[in-house]
Each structure stands twice: as C-alpha cells, then as structure tokens.
C-alpha cells in the first residue's frame, strides 16, 4: 500500500477518534474542531513515521491496531490510574502520553503481524490483543468515577420507629489530653455536665485514620473493607456498600438529620430526613491545589506559599490612579456525556489550563489610600483598611455563581496586598449538588453564605495570613450549625447527626500553639499568631455549638440522649504529617461521651472501638442489633438483652468509586494527602 493512502486512512482514523471523544463530553467545553484534528495529527504524523520502515508497516490493520489500543483503549485505561491517586498533574500527564504512546505502536505492531500472520497465528494474536485492550478498557471504566451508580438502602427489619430522640455530636480529632484540662478549668460547661450525669471513656479509632473513612465506620458499625470507603482515594460516598444509622432510622419511619459527615458526598436520597454531605467535596476551581487556601494579591512580587497575583498599576474607571488584578476563582466543569468513560489527557489538559477550559475570575480595581477602596465584577464596591475584611459577595461570571471576601493586609499610595479567600459555591444555586432535599429557607439569611468546604488549613503555611485561616474555618462551621438549628425549627427528627470538624482542621497547623514545648528546636510560629492557641478556641466553639443543637434538638423532639465521638485523637509526631511545619497528625484515642435518657452514670473510663457506636446507640435506642455489624454494644445503657436481625441492608451499594481528580485537588489544598 502506497504511504500517501496509509496517512490517508490514517488522517481519517484519527478525525473519527477526535469526534469519538468529542461525542463522548459535553461539547460546552471542548472544540470538537480542536480534538478532530489533534487526533488527526498525532494518527498522521505517527504513521509516517512507521510508513518509512517498510511495507508492511503502510497496512490498514496497522492503522486501526493503532487507532483501537493507542487513541481509545489507553486513553480509557489510564484514567484508572488517576483516579486510584497514583498519577496527577503535568508529570502524570507526560506519563500519559508515554503509555499511550506505547500503546499506540503495539497496536501497530500486532496490525502489523496480523497483515502477514497466517491464519491460526493472526486468530490467536487478534484474540490476545483484543482481551488485552478489553481489560485494560474496563479498568478505566471500573475506576473511574460514575454519574450513577447504585447506592446501598435499607429495611426495618420489622423493627418499629424509635420514639427517643437520639442526637450524635462528632468533634472531629478530639482527644482527652485537650478535654481534660479545660473542662478542670471550667471553660467547656455543655461537655462537662455530659460527663456528670453519664459516661466516657476512649473511642479506640482503627488505621486508615482518615476522616470519612472512620466517620463511615462510625455510622455503619462496620469496618472500611466491608463499607467500602478505604482510604482518601475511596472517600466518595458512592464508593459505600452499606447504609448508615440515618438511613435505617429513616427505614422504620423516622424522621432524621445528618450534617456535615465526612464521605457523604454525593448525597443520598434520605426518606423521612434530611443530609446535608460532608467533604470530600469538588470545588470550584480544579487543577490547581491552591483553590481552598485562597489567594494573594500583590503589587510587590515576593515568595508565598499560597496561590499569587500581581496587582499592575494602572487607570481605573473615572480616570483615578490605582492597580488592577485578575484572580481565578473557578473553571467550567468537565462533564461526560457517557457515564464512566474518560479520556484521561483531555481530563488532564483541561484541569491544567492546556486546552480551552473556560476560567471565571474576579477582576478587581483597586484604588490606594488610607483605605484600599476596591471596586470590579460585583456590585457595590467597599474600602477596607488594614486588618478589615470585606463582606461576603456574589462575583458576577456568566455560568458560575461564587461567593468570596477580601481581607486588606497593607495598602499605602505606592502599594497594596490584598487576602482573597476561596471561592464558595452560591448555595442557592450549587453546581455540585450537596443536600438530599432543598433547603429552603435553611440555607437563606445572614451576612456569610452555606460553605460545603472551608479553607484549607495548609494555608497556614504562609506566614502574612496564618491569622486568618481559624477564623474562616470557625465561620464555616457556624454556618453549619445555623443551618441545623434552622431546619430543627421547621421538623422534629428521632436522630440528628452533625459532625463539627474546625477541631481537626485547626489543631492539624496550629498544634505547636498548644503544645510549644515538643516543637523546640524545629519550629518557631510568626509573629501574628505566636500568643495563640487556636486549638482551644476551637474546643470552645465546638462546646458551645453543642449546647446550641441539643437546645434545638430538645426543642423539637424531646429531650435526647446526647452521644459525643471523635474519629480519632491529635499527636504532634505523626509521621504522615509536617511537625517541621508546626503540624501535628493523629493518634488512635479518641474520646466518646454519653448521657441521658437510658445511659447508667459511671465515672469509670470505658473504652469503645469506633465499629462499636452504632450497635451502642441501638442498644439505648431499642433497636435490634444487627448479625452482620462487626461492633458490639458497650453496655452503657439499662434495658436489659438486645434483641438481634439478620441484617438491615435491603440492597448494597456496588461500591468501588474513586473520588475524582477534582476531589483529590480539594484534599490535597485541604492537606490530607500530598501534592
């Protein structure tokens, strides 16, 4: 075959593999023109190549073995691999393209000896070669995350609704050491009178110490390889094969509300309740691991350790004199048209800003003075002086709607540096869907918007805004606990669940403030936050949150027995973690408390696993114990012999999804894996 005719089929492969996949993503985001002819080059510039060996390489099978292994199978396969954490970025990228390009000429190869193989051989090889490919596609697909999948759902048993109302109260990453002392200080009333009129012990947590990974084990009862969530890669809630305590309670007809649990993104539908899903959430911005620490903005170039963005000099509108800044608040989503399948360096050159991904940014003008008087793509303008925060508004972007505020740290005549903080999803029109029901008025009122997910504590690390990042952190939080004391206002739920998790986002940056004398030597905290201890602060607020939703609980079903848990405790010296940095990780003491109706006072420490919570709470409740949780009852509650059931699963989840890149970029700006 002449070579001219070979480029040909081989232009024409490669066109129609570019419309494959253009066909395969919703086209709002990608040129198909664009795609049609990358696909066209690679296919006609790779075949010239193997054109010039000789005869056999000018064949059609050379070209479709290419077009199948390297431009669709590969392509599809790899993505497993990213989706399994193993490669990301610009790096995984480049890898990318070794692999695929790899697999582009065996598939050559073996058209080529299928064009001169005898026909046994050819049978044999063409078998071997497209099981290969099969397996190889169904890994991407198996791995890489779905729109739909089926989500695990529950049965009574025949067990009728519980009438006690039952509230769980998780501080996340609190332990005793902290506990202990300022409840002897009087400075934690709600948790010490708990104490007083029931019990506590530690809540023994289990490896992977990962946030959703125990909050899953908490609320199911059993451990991460039978729930599914194994570790930071399985964290999405799709990758679940059981139900949770909310799920059953809402199975035998009871009304209930969970918030903020860690590894319940997406949510899933909840009868007779409510879920409002904790993290891993996808954020706003994706490629850039930046996009939860916020943004600097500056008119003098220096180091940071967080995202960086010039302000330039120049005329702002009515002819006054200041700088203007562009800063990126968020891109356009990435969203497939066939459920599953991906190919993975379009994913990666979109993430990455290689290709045209539409950007959605916050343009800002900003005259200098005594005060920064900052105008742009929002309504209304402000001035802030040094140390102001502005309030939170909505940027005006055709097709994203994002909430920021902006904190001036200096501004003369001559200069400005500005804090941008992240951008939050507007929760009244969310583009990543973070409730099972509206919320209605719950999320309406007050001058801070629903965050699904806070700042990220790594930003911490740079220095000019350590002071802010706990107040963020804080409001957040506060605004969950708004949103629960709004929806209790409004129905009377059997079981509340809420999960305050600023405890273990500020003691993760900020534990050198509390324990300073283990970090002699290694690190020294700046300035604005060296007379600190966040970390307390942070007990205080998750104290007083408590008292705030057992009142509301109290208020709209009865008095609860009120059970506070933690997923794990706090050690400076985790190796998984930077204590070079003044961080510190997790140990696996945890603290549990219980009181009210049903729970026997004792001031004996009694340890509890974190499998064990669940069929605990079904002891007090009068639930039947399921045979298949892998927990035990702790015994803490007098009404006498537990009866048992087979199992409250009506149908398992089919599990095994991995959170997608996105998601990884929001863990790992949130610091819970590395960059």
């Known amino acids: ?91 995984g990228g480049v890898i990318d393209l070794l692999v695929i390009g790899s697999a582009w000429f065996l598939g050559s190869l073996a058209g080529s000896w299928l064009s001169g193989a005898k026909r046994a051989q050819g049978a044999v090889l063409a078998s071997g070669v497209i099981l290969s490919m099969l397996i190889a596609f169904g890994l991407g697909f198996k791995y890489t995350p779905l729109d739909t999948v089926q989500a695990p759902t529950a049965q009574a048993a025949d067990q009728p609704a519980p009438t006690m109302p039952v509230l769980i ?83 035998t007809g009871a009304e209930t509300l969970a918030v903020n649990v860690p590894g319940t993104w997406p949510p899933n539908p909840v009868p007779n309740g409510l879920m409002v899903s904790g993290f891993p959430i996808p954020g706003l911005s994706s490629g850039d691991t930046g996009q939860l620490r916020g943004t600097l903005v500056s008119s003098t170039p220096h180091p940071a350790e967080i995202p960086l963005v010039s302000a330039f000099p120049a005329a702002l509108d009515g002819d006054a004199v200041g700088f203007r800044s562009t800063v990126p608040i968020g891109t356009d989503i990435i969203t497939r048209r066939i459920p599953g399948v991906s190919h993975v360096l379009i994913d990666t050159a979109g993430r990455e800003g290689l290709i045209s991904v539409r950007s959605h940014t916050l343009d800002l003008q900003i005259q200098p003075g005594a005060t920064a008087t900052i105008s742009g793509n929002f309504q209304g303008s402000f001035a802030l002086a040094p140390g102001e925060w502005s309030p939170w508004f909505k940027v005006n972007s055709p097709g994203l709607d994002a909430y920021v505020r902006v904190h001036c740290l200096k501004v003369t005549e001559e200069s400005v540096e500005l804090f941008i903080s992240p951008s939050f999803q507007d929760p009244g029109t969310p583009r990543e869907t973070y409730a099972s029901l509206p919320l209605g008025e719950a999320i309406v009122g007050g001058d801070v918007p629903y965050i699904v997910e806070p700042i990220g504590w790594t930003a911490h690390r740079e220095p000019t805004i350590a002071h802010l990042v706990p107040e963020l952190l804080l409001q957040a939080q506060e605004r969950q606990i708004q949103l629960t004391e709004k929806w209790l206002e409004q129905t009377s739920p059997m079981l509340v669940a809420q999960v305050f998790t600023a405890t273990d ?25 060296a007379d600190q201890d966040y970390v307390e602060d942070a007990y205080r607020a998750a104290d007083a949150a408590l008292a705030r939703v057992i009142a509301a609980h109290t208020q709209a079903s009865g008095p609860p027995m009120v059970m506070v848990v933690s997923d794990h405790g706090v050690y400076w010296n985790d190796p998984k973690h930077k204590p070079e940095l003044g961080e510190a990780g997790h140990r696996d003491a945890g603290i549990w408390i219980a009181s009210g109706p049903n729970v026997s006072f004792s001031e004996e420490m009694q340890e509890l696993r974190v499998v064990d919570v669940v069929p605990t709470v079904a002891d007090c409740m009068g639930l039947a114990q399921a045979e298949d949780w892998e927990g035990e009852p702790g015994g803490i509650c007098d009404v006498g012999t537990p009866s048992t059931v087979v199992t409250y699963i009506d149908r398992a989840g089919s599990g095994g999804v991995s959170v997608g890149e996105s998601s990884q970029d929001q863990l790992k700006a949130l610091g819970y894996i590395d960059e």
């Open 505 to 529: 986002r500020i003691q993760h940056p900020y534990w050198s403030l509390h324990e300073p004398e283990s970090y002699q030597g290694i690190w020294a905290p700046s300035e604005n936050i």
């Open 1 to 91: 075959m002449k070579l001219s005719s070979t480029l040909s089929v081989a232009a024409v492969a490669g066109a129609a593999l570019g419309l494959l996949w253009w066909l395969a993503y919703v086209p709002q985001v990608y040129s198909p023109v664009l795609l049609i002819a990358a696909h066209a080059a690679a296919m006609l510039l790779g075949h010239a190549a193997l054109g010039l060996l000789g005869e056999r390489w000018r064949h059609p099978l050379v070209v479709v073995g290419g077009a199948v292994s390297g431009g669709l199978m590969a392509p599809a396969a790899m993505g497993s691999l990213h989706a399994a954490g193993w490669l990301g970025g610009v790096s």
């Open 169 to 251: 109260f998780g501080i996340d990453g609190a332990d005793w050491q902290v506990l202990e002392p300022m409840m002897s200080r009087g400075e934690l009333p709600t948790l010490t009178s708990l104490v007083d009129q029931g019990r506590r012990g530690v809540l023994r947590s289990a490896e992977p110490m990962a946030s959703p990974v125990v909050w899953n084990t908490i609320f199911s009862g059993v451990t991460p390889s039978t729930h599914g969530l194994e570790d930071w890669y399985r964290s999405d809630a799709r990758s679940r094969k059981v139900p949770l305590l909310w799920d059953i309670y809402a199975a």
